[in-house]
C-alpha cells in the first residue's frame, strides 16, 4: 500500500489521524519532500476529527487591520470602513495562555505557539484555506461599527467542514495518500527507532513501514472509561461534542514504547451543551449545541441557585471550563435563563431547531415549566440577584463593563443586568466535553520525548494528543492554531526538511 512511486532517498512519513493537527502535518512533510500515508479510524463520510465540527475559529497575533487584510484579501472598503478589528498582540496571547492555565503551560511550546501563529495561518491560506471575520459571534455593534473583542476574529470559511475539505483538497492534489477506515492500533521499532504502525482495517490487521510517524489522532474525550479513570468519576455522563474515534489511541501506542505522559492529565475542555444533545456530536448540528451567551443572563442548578459567575471574564475565557461545573450539578443539568432586554444578544446557537428551550410571560410561569427544578429557591435565587446588582454603571457588551452584584455569595462580575423583562426564556444545558488536555511531552521540534527524557527516534506528534500546552481552562479558538503551528513543526521535522534547514543555516 505505499512505497510505490516512492523517489530514492525520499522519506517515507506515515501521519495517523486526519484532522486539522494531521492534515497540516501531512502537507507540511509532502513539502518538505516525503511520501506521505495518511491513516484515518473514521470512514470518509465522518472524516475530519473534531476537527470537522469546529466552527473553524483561530486565535492569532496580529497587528491591526493590514494584518487581517493579509489573510483577507477580499475585503471591501465597505466591510473595512464598518468594522474595527483593534489588534492582538504577541504578549496580549502569551499573556493569556499563562494567565488561563494558572501558569502552568509550555513556555517555549506556547512561545512557538503564539510567534508562529499569523505566519501559520497565512501558510495555511496558501494551502487554499480560506478566513472570514467572525462577524456573527465575536464582534458586536457600536455606534455603527463592528468592534472586535476577546482576541479572536478569524474563522475559516465553511467552518470546520470546510477547514478539513480544504486541507484535504490540498494534501490529495499535493499527491498525498489518505487511508479511511484504518485504525492504528500500534507501533513497530527497529533498533530503537520508530519503523511502522501496526493497522486494523477490513477485519485484518498488517504493518505499514515509515521512516517517521506522526501522532495526530486526538485526545481521548471518547472514551467513557479513560474519562472516569482520569478526569473522575461522573464524567462518564458528558456528552461528547465531537468525533466519538478520538478514544486514546496515540497516548496509549506512544506509552506502551516509553513516551512520558505530560500535562493535565485529569483535565479537559468542557462546556455548557444542549441537554437532549446525542451522546456524540450531530455533524449536521456541528457546534450548534453549545450555549456560550451566559454572561448576559444567570445559570441556576435543580436546586434554584446559581453557581458560577456567569461574567467573570469574556465568554472565550471561561467557557472552557464551566462545562465541568454544570457537570458538578444534581443530575447534571443547569438552566441558563434570560430576559427580552439581552435576547437579541443571544449567539446563534440559540436559535436552532434542536434547542432545549422554555419561553413564558412571567417567572413563575418559566419555572413551572422547568422540569425538577426546585421553583421557590429559583424565584428566591433571582431576586436577591436583581437587588444586588449595580443599575448606576452601563451596560457594555464590548468590554469587561465591570456592571456586578453586590454582596451576593457567587457574584456576577460583569454584564449583569435584572430579569424583569417578559419574555422569559430558558436554556436547558448539561457537560459537553470538546477534548482533553493530558497527553504527550513534545519538544520544539515536536519529537515524542521518553520517560528519560529523550526523543523516540521517529515519533512525532501534534494536535490535541500534546500534553503541556493547555491546564485547566483555555483560550478559544487555541485549540486548531495550535493543532496547524504544531502539525506543521511535526510534519517538517519529520520529512526530514527541519534538520536539512538547520543544517544549511549552520553551513551558511
Ligand atoms: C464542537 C466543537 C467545536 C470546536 N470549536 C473550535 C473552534 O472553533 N476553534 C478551535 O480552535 N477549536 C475548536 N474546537 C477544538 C478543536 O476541535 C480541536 O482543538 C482540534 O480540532 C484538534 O485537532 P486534532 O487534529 O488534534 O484532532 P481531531 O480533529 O479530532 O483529529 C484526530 C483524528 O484522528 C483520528 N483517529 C483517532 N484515533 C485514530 C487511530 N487509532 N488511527 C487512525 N486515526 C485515528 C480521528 O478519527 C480524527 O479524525 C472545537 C471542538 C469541538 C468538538
Redesign the pocket.
Known sequence: MQGEGQAMGQSRVVV????????CSALAALEGGAEVTL????PEP??????????????FAYDGREDIVQLVPDLSEEQLAKTDFGSYSQEQFFDDMARVTQYRCDPDLVDLLVTRSFDTLKWMRDKGVRFLPIYGRQAFQVDGKFTFWGGLTL?ANGG?PGL?DSLFAAFESAGGKVFYG????GLTEDGGKVSGVV?RAGGEIRTISADAVVL????FQANAEWRTRYLGPGWEFAKV???Q???G??HR?AMDIGAMSWGNWSGC?AVGWDSNAPAF?DRLV??GF?KHSYPFGIIVNSRGERFVDEGADFRNYTYAKYGQEVLKQPGQIAWQVFDSKVSHLLRDEYRIRQVTKIVAPTLEELVRRMDGINAEQFLRTVGDYNAAVDQSVPFNPNVKDGRGTSGLAVPKSNWANTLDSPPYEAYAVTC?I??TFGGLKIDTSARVIDVTGEPIPGLYA????VGGIFYFNYP????????SVF?RIAGSAASGALDRSAASSVSA
Open positions: 495517523i489521524g486526519g484532522g486539522n493537527a494531521g492534515l491513516l484515518e479510524a473514521a465522518e472524516r475530519g476529527g473534531n476537527s470537522g465540527f469546529t466552527a473553524g475559529a483561530m486565535r474563522e470546520g478539513v484504518h485504525r492504528a492500533i493497522v495526530a489522532c486526538g485526545g461534542r465531537g468525533t474515534f478520538d478514544v489511541d496515540g501506542m475542555h456530536g456541528g457546534d453549545q459537553g470538546t477534548f501534534c494536535g490535541e494528543i478559544g479558538g487555541s485549540g486548531l492554531t495550535a493543532g502539525g
